[in-house]
């Protein structure tokens, strides 16, 4: 039997979600919880990656079981066995052919940002910051210029591993609420730190440090080294995961977000 977990997490106190020998990976403790439950070893494959410090609002992970459980058992059940800041939000049965990775038709993040002189206390760890002001209108004319199917070498880090440097981005959005700033991206894929390497560049631009064309030259270029420096992860969310419809699963989850 092939089940399917949403979950969402608050990537502080862990190290990404990559199975690491410490055990402190996300992964790690989600097997641990679903292994508890089924009554046999489990490993589970996920639609994505995300780094130590990076969050969640929908995560989706997949694994095979022998055990039948009702979905109750896949959600409150294997939750009993989570730390706090990792949590279950749904569980479906899912046909032979699903793989959580592989069958992803697109991916989206969402990058929160407070633009205020005083740096956040309350949100400390779930927003990134800046303190100067940005002009949110520039940082979207620039992220315009990401659209479209592009070789995204200046926005790749050197330990990425994905083939190839070319990813389709079909959404990017700056939108300005009061203090914050929501950056919302969407591509077939994303390559390792793409959207922290693009934050670092649209806060330099919205800073007035470049104009919105320095993202065609970084582009053209293909040099990392140009671009500027990685921006915080604390205010990066996974927020969207499309599959095909036949798999009648939702594309995000609980928004940590309200107000946007």
Request: hydrophobic share 40%.
């Amino acid at each position: 039997m092939k089940i399917a977990v949403g979950l969402e997490y608050d990537g502080r106190g862990f190290c990404g979600w990559q199975s690491q020998p410490s055990g402190c990976g996300i992964q790690d403790h989600l097997e641990r919880a679903i292994t508890e439950i089924a009554g046999e070893k489990l490993a589970v494959t996920a639609a994505g990656r995300t780094d130590a410090g990076v969050h969640a609002s929908l995560q989706v992970a997949h694994f095979d079981v022998n055990a039948s459980r009702p979905a109750t058992a896949w959600v409150r059940g294997v939750n009993t066995h989570l730390p706090e800041g990792i949590a279950v939000i749904w569980a479906r049965e899912m046909a032979e052919d699903f793989h959580a990775r592989f069958a992803v038709e697109e991916r989206g993040y969402r990058y929160v940002l407070l633009n205020h002189p005083v740096r956040p206390g309350l949100m400390a760890g779930k927003v990134g910051w800046h303190h100067r002001p940005l002009d949110a209108e520039a940082m979207q004319r620039a992220a315009d210029r990401l659209l479209g199917r592009r070789d995204f070498s200046a926005f790749r880090a050197a330990e990425c591993q994905a083939r190839s440097p070319e990813k389709e981005v079909r959404q990017a959005i700056i939108r300005r609420q009061g203090d914050f700033l929501l950056c919302d991206f969407r591509a077939d894929g994303f390559l390792h730190h793409m959207v922290r390497n693009i934050m670092g560049c649209l806060v330099h631009i919205g800073a007035g440090q470049a104009s919105p064309g320095w993202i065609d030259e970084l582009l053209a270029h293909k040099d990392r080294t140009r671009a500027a420096p990685t921006f915080m992860a604390d205010g990066l969310y996974l927020s969207h995961i499309r599959y095909p419809s036949r798999f009648e699963l939702p594309e995000s989850g609980r928004n940590p977000w309200p107000c946007a």
